[in-house]
């Protein structure tokens, strides 16, 4: 690779930054990705993780062996720390490393809004070791259920808290519920499935915001099917490991809270001085870049820029997707000499599965549920998923689920028990290193 070839550091192994890095693989530059973990994360099926239905490395891929056929691609595994921009050199925990063109796609973290309590005993849902912290919570219950004489405490034990009525909430809650109906009430036959208690709680006054009203009526009946108690309007305040207290100071007796409540920018957005706008996201300008700098991009999660209606950009991977397709653009455009153009999303639509055979779809206007959405549902993930062994791998556990009504991946791996939620931690490092630079 020539020496004098431009280079482009991209932060993030993500849906952005993936994207970034193959767009830019014919472009006369030198690429180099840099990500804390070596691996692409498919964040859509981690419940699936947490819920016992596939392993990990089925929703995880190497990025060298994503990239093994780019030429212009260096990897390297880091934690970024910084950007100092008027230099234009990226701060990593691995030395620094100077640019000319940043692309930042940190992604975003688990938002507790200031619940301490929930911070502390929840358990959120971004990483792998989060999933499976889920996983091992949820099983562990079980063992420890099955052995408990005292019946107010065991009920404690089999109730199941997920906050937060979005997709994430929704789809863990039904596969929550199926998980324990259809296997474990046969893995522990001396349980009463009748202790056994699947809430959902959002605090609003709907399922799904972003979905149309019928099919967020659809999902509410969907899941009332599927034993899952759904509640709305409520709140949750505290939660010290063994009750789970609403506002108004209803209590809940659980032992497992699952936070799907809130996402927030990753640690690092508060890094780069700029000004942060809700969600503790990036303000970018309509080209995407730093006001400060303009040869620096902010895409995906991490990145705030209002749609013509002035709502933000919802945090989802077609977002991130398009963002960094538009960067790698600008990029070529500089190249040539041209300006920068405003960055215009197109909606594809969303969709989200509430367990077997069931789901709902909002494309172009159009509005599917049940069988047909499901089925589109499963066809659309195996194709969105990077590397054919994953796909198989998926293919082949959803099929085995599917007609044999099983888990197969029900193991409490116990150095989990019990540590901070990955996530939680790395996001206090964040916060500390922020506040130490900030002096
Ligand atoms: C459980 C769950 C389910 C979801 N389901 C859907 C769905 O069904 N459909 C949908 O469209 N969207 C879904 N999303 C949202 C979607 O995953 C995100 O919008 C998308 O991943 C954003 O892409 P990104 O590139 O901005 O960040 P990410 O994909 O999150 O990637 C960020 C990357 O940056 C790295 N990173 C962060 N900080 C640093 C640092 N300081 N140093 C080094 N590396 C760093 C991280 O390790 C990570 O690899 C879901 C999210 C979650 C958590």
Known sequence: MPEERPHVVIVGAGFGGLRAARALRRTPVQVT?????????????????????????????????????????????????????????????????????????????????????????????????????????????????????????????????????????????????????????????????????????????RLLGAMPERLREVTAEILWRKHVEVRFGAQVTRFDGERVVLRGEEVIPARTLIWAAGVRAAPLAALLGAELGPQGRVRVGPGLQLPASDRVFVIGDAAWLEDERGEGLPMMAPVAQQQADHAARSIQRALRGEPTLPFRY??????????????????????????????????????????????????????WDYFLYDRAVRLIYAHEIHTAPAETRRARQGTAEAERRAG
Not at 120 to 130: R, S, T, W
């Open 33 to 205: 990705l840099v990500d804390r973990r070596n691996y692409h994360l498919f964040q859509p099926l981690l419940y699936q993780v947490a819920t016992a239905g596939l392993s990990p490395e089925d929703i995880a891929h190497p990025v060298r062996a994503i990239f093994r056929r780019q030429r212009n691609f260096a990897f390297r595994l880091a934690e970024v720390v910084g950007v100092d921009l008027p230099g234009r050199v990226l701060e990593t925990s691995t030395g620094r490393l100077p640019y000319d063109w940043l692309i930042l796609a940190p992604g975003g973290a688990s938002h507790f809004f200031g619940l301490e309590s929930v911070e502390q005993n929840g358990l959120p849902l971004k990483e792998i070791e989060d999933a499976v912290a889920i996983r091992n919570q949820v099983l562990r219950m079980f063992e420890t259920a099955v052995q408990e004489p005292d019946p107010d405490r065991r009920r404690g034990m089999l109730n199941f808290v997920v906050v937060g009525g979005g997709p994430t909430g929704v789809e863990s809650a039904g596969a929550l519920s199926e998980l324990i109906r259809l296997v474990l009430t046969k893995d522990f036959p001396k349980l009463d499935v009748k202790d056994v208690r699947v809430i959902l709680l959002e605090a609003t006054d």
């Open 346 to 399: 197109k909606n594809p639509g969303s969709m989200a599965t509430i367990g077997r055979n069931a789901a709902v779809v909002h494309v172009k206007g159009l509005q599917v549920s049940g069988f047909f959405a499901w089925v589109a549902w499963l066809v659309l993930h195996i194709v969105l998923l990077i590397g054919f062994r994953n796909r198989l791998l998926v293919l082949i556990n959803w099929a």
